[in-house]
């Protein structure tokens, strides 16, 4: 089954996505920051990495950079919260560096899961 | 953002307010923040909620109470989303754009969940009055005007009307009726009395005219007031009024309101107009 990373400095939030998506049977391995997403990322294994973006030590748009860096072909999924809208939103950042979706908090976590099976195949 | 607000015997309030950089541009980029960290949150009860529905049949009398809980996390949702709208309302660009066009957007947007006894009307005597504001913003302030004119009369049944013209330089502050005693950037006059002055450029008007249940005097003078609702709680949460505020400022404009119980209430929104010739080659435009 496919691979996940969750890279969410909010614990109860990184651990029910953890759920949601291992209920679905992909393989799921979760960050608390950017530094922490780095270090554990290998691309054998990640097909799909969903980022926050707003973290404490390396941030979101960090983290795609250097995941789209590492393995070009790794799909994004940002989610932030703080809206989509305004020229210095970090969504509409995050979508220029490279994320190939995004999500304003809040969403519903089923259309997040929707979305990760639809862009996995 | 100075804000100036006074209050007429009459049910009027007018309000004025200059740049963005005093304390209530400071707690509006606070809520920014405290949305963020409340959209994340929310999150999680919609996921735990969801969760919740799946593990349980959809006959337990469970399920209607984890559908309330995402009702209220919806609520919650929507007063997050105008925390950030306050937070963003200066970052916006401005580009010329056709008041009418927005109006005619925002009509369109409505319609659908508009009810049956309540008849909306658009009169623009001019299609051609511009304005240099972003245009996601207008059609936010009208969005907003609208949805609470519509909401004090969905009840009763009624009409909403919303008119674009143009008043005078130096007549602005006095074109409405409900804004003869505006404060601010003029000191308040008695009813009727002129108090033209030359400065200043031609100003749209935007009136949106209900005939819903109006508004006390007391009422009228807290519209604008962050978290002030008179609606039931599932209608709003008390900020689209103060967005509509903090935008009009942003675009230089200022609001008038008034309204009397049980007739309904006029807004007046006026921003400065924008002259033919300074018009650059590509403004806001709605698409055919």
Known sequence: ?121 | MTTDKTKGKSGTTGIAQGNNTDPAARICSLAGGIAHDLNTIITVIYGYAEMALESIDDNSPAAGNISRIIGAADRARTLTGQMLDLSRSSQRGKIPVRVGDVITETIDFIMPSVRSNIQVTQNITNPDIFVEVDPAQLFRVFLNIAVNALQSIEEAGGSLTVTLDTVASGKALHASEAGRREAGLVEPGKPGESQETDAGPDHARIRFADTGTGMEPETVARIFEPFFTEGKKEQGTGLGLTVVRDIVSEMNGTLAVSSVTGKGTVIDVLIPAVKFGSLPEKPYLREP
């Open chain 1, 1 to 121: 089954m496919a691979g996940v990373m969750i890279v969410e400095d909010d614990a109860v939030l990184r651990e029910m996505l953890r759920d949601s998506l291992e209920k679905r049977k992909y393989t799921v391995i979760t960050a608390g920051d950017g530094r922490e997403a780095l270090a554990k990322f290998r691309p054998s294994v990640i097909d799909l990495v969903i980022t926050d973006l707003l973290m404490p030590e390396e941030d979101g748009l960090m983290v795609i950079m250097k995941i789209k860096e590492i393995k070009p072909s790794t799909i994004v999924i940002a989610i932030s919260g703080g809206g989509m809208a305004g020229p210095g939103s970090y969504l509409l950042m995050a979508s220029k560096l490279g994320a190939d979706h995004v999500f304003p908090k809040p969403f519903l976590p089923s259309e997040l899961v929707q979305k990760v099976k639809e862009m996995l195949g």
